[in-house]
Each structure stands twice: as structure tokens, then as C-alpha cells.
């Protein structure tokens, strides 16, 4: 059956949803509204069929949608997302971080107990093809994992509309905005739940000299203590575009370790560094068998449609799946509130010197 889709924000974010959902029989982009004049011609280009929306009511209550994707600049979703639930039920897949402020938990709760529908949070880096294949071998290569190191080295923030991602106050913090993944990630590779957060951060290189004052971070450290007594550790640092591997991902345990490495996205890939790297999976064993090296390529279509390995993509065909036989997300508001919730408590403690105690309900 199709499926009928509105995109709530089409800029870069929302265009790499439209051009993902593109490829997936039994999805069509229908509507969407973007207030930004460039945004919403480059969309068009994209779908030049689809209705362009006035308003957020204009496009929720359209009749040919069946459901919302929200793409919209972090600070907007908790109050879109209330106002959404005013208007309508349908499902929604909202892209991460779910929301920016500890006060925007009432409205998350509220959504929990009382909204009708499906809602996903868009955790794009769980469908990254070489981190399923981590997950599945995981268990075997480590023998349960007790330590855990995730480290980002990569480019400096984006270009957005408005230069809102160069604020916390509309970001949420780059901790929240960016590392929400990796905090997601976290619970996910050790099937466990945060007890207390540490963390350090600060703006070390970028975006000192830009005609908008900005005060995000570009680098820090947190370290996440688990439940099961299993430690997990941040590494992020934006100004290390020169490095091979933009993400890794190292879990270790009694068996041995298992990495799992991913490369700039193939468009931002300088030729002066030579022939693109797959991204792939090293095993270590700990009795000194000899390591075991697994590539996991990526198709170029799923490349060229976005920067995250294919993972929107694959994203969305769980979406998909969900909206025709029914279930309940992958990833849902816990989930979502759970990443966000992490990420402040690093920041929290980069302001005050002190650990954070995580909260495990909704």
C-alpha cells in the first residue's frame, strides 16, 4: 500500500528525506512546508508535484498525508509536536535530537500518555549498515561488552538557514544536537541504562570569527557509567576533518574487541587522500587468533542521497514497515528523551564540575 508522506522543514535535512524515500516502492512525498524561499525551490525540485504547504496547520491537516516527517531546527519540535497533537493523529517520524530544554519533558510525557499514533525519533545512525553488522557480531567478539569508546573527529558544523545550529539556545547544545547519537548508541550496544554522566566541553577552534557571534562547542569529552557496571566514553572533536575514520566505535570485553570504523560521507571525500574508504568492522581477539577485517560498502545511490552511510534509507523502510503492519517504533519517545537527557547532564557537569545523576524514566 502507498504510503503518503509531508515533510515538515525540507532543508538539508528534509532533502536527504525526500531523496531517500524516493527510492523505496510505496512511498511518496505529497506535501510540505518550508518557510525559506531557497529551501522550498530546491524541494521542488526534488517533488515538483507535491502541495507546498503555508503553515504547519496547512500541512498536517492536508488530506493527502499519512504521515509527518519532521526535519525542522531542533528548538522548534517540542512546540510543533504539541501543536501537531492538536490537530491531528498521525504517525510521525521526528528527526533527532527530540527535543532541546529539560522543560520540554511535559510535553514528550503528555505525548506518551495521550497521542494516538506512532512516534519515531530519527536516530539515523542505528540503520548505519557496518553498525547493524557490529551488532550482530558484538556478542561473539567480545564476549559481552564491558568498555566502551565512541569517537567522532570530523568537520565543523554545517551551513544552516539562519545559522541556527550556531547557538545553543536553538541547538540544544552541541552535546545534545550532535552527540545525542552516540548517547543513543550507547544504550543500545550495552542493552542498559545510564546511572550518572560526566563530561567537558568548550569551543576550542570553530566558529569564533563569524559575522553571528556563536557559542557552540566544537569539542569534549563525557563518560557515561551504566547500570550493569559497564563504562562507556566520548571522544568528539569537530575540527579534525583531515582524519581517515569520522566515526569509531570501539567495544571491548572479556573475548576481545570489536571496532567499528566509518569514513567522512563520500561527497565531502578529498581526492587528495586517495580512493574512498568502505566502512568496515575489525575484530581483535584477545587469544591473538588473528584480527578479522569485514568491509561493509555502501551503494553509491545511497551515498550520493545523503551523509549518513545509507542509513536514512534504511531508516525509513523500518518506518515503512511499521506503518503497514503496525507495532510500535524502534526508536520512540524514551528512547529519544533518554539521548537528550544524556547529553545535558554532560553539559551540566562541563558548567559545574560535577556528575549528573540520569532520571530512567519518561
Not at 20 to 41: H, W, Y
Not at 330 to 350: R, T
Request: charged fraction near 25%; proline fraction near 6%; hydrophobic fraction near 40%.
Amino acid at each position: 500500500m502507498v504510503k503518503k508522506y509531508g515533510i515538515l522543514g525540507s532543508g538539508f535535512m528534509g532533502q536527504e528525506h525526500i531523496r531517500n524515500l524516493a527510492f523505496i516502492e510505496g512511498c511518496e512525498v505529497t506535501a510540505f512546508f518550508e518557510p525559506n524561499a531557497e529551501m522550498t525551490k530546491a524541494s521542488l525540485e526534488l517533488v515538483p508535484d507535491a502541495y507546498v504547504a503555508d503553515s504547519l496547520e496547512d500541512l498536517v491537516t492536508h488530506e493527502n498525508i499519512d504521515a509527518l516527517v519532521i526535519a525542522t531546527p531542533n528548538y522548534q519540535h517540542a512546540e510543533q509536536l504539541a501543536a501537531i497533537a492538536k490537530l491531528r493523529t498521525i504517525p510521525i517520524l521526528v528527526e533527532k535530537p527530540l527535543v532541546t530544554e529539560p522543560e520540554d519533558r511535559a510535553i514528550i510525557q503528555d505525548l506518551a500518555a495521550n497521542y494516538g499514533a506512532p512516534i519515531w525519533v530519527g536516530m539515523e545512525y542505528r540503520y548505519m549498515p557496518a553498525f547493524q553488522r557490529f551488532l550482530q557480531e558484538l556478542e561473539g567478539a567480545t564476549g559481552g561488552v564491558k568498555h566502551l569508546t565512541i569517537r567522532e573527529h570530523r568537520f565543523p558544523f554545517l551551513h544552516k538557514v539562519d545559522a541556527w545550529n550556531r547557538q545553543n539556545s536553538q541547538s540544544g547544545g552541541t552535546l545534545v544536537e550532535k552527540c545525542c547519537h552516540f548517547f543513543d548508541l550507547m544504550r543500545l550496544i550495552t542493552g542498559d541504562e545510564p546511572t550518572r554522566v560526566m563530561g567537558s566541553g568548550w569551543q576550542a577552534v570553530n566558529h569564533k570569527d563569524e559575522d553571528q557571534p556563536s557559542d557552540i562547542w566544537d569539542a569534549a569529552f563525557a563518560v557515561v557509567d551504566f547500570e550493569q557496571g559497564t563504562r562507556a566514553m566520548l571522544d568528539l572533536c569537530m575540527f579534525a576533518e583531515g582524519a581517515q575514520w569520522q566515526e569509531e566505535i570501539s567495544a571491548v570485553g572479556p573475548k576481545g574487541r570489536i571496532d567499528c570504523l566509518l569514513p567522512l560521507p563520500k561527497r565531502l571525500w578529498p581526492e587528495s587522500m586517495g580512493p574512498y574508504p568502505h566502512p568496515k568492522l575489525v575484530i581483535w581477539p584477545r587469544d591473538h587468533s588473528g584480527k578479522i577485517e569485514i568491509d561493509m560498502p555502501v551503494e553509491d545511490y545511497l551515498n550520493a542521497a545523503g551523509d549518513h552511510h545509507g542509513s536514512t534509507y534504511f531508516q525509513h523502510m523500518a518506518f515503512k514497515k511499521m506503518l503497514d503492519e503496525g507495532g510500535e517504533p524502534v526508536v520512540g519517545l524514551k528512547d529519544g528523551w533518554m539521548a537528550v537527557q544524556m547529553g545535558m547532564a554532560a553539559q551540566k557537569c562541563s558548567d559545574t564540575g560535577e556528575a549528573v545523576a540520569i532520571d530512567k524514566t519518561l
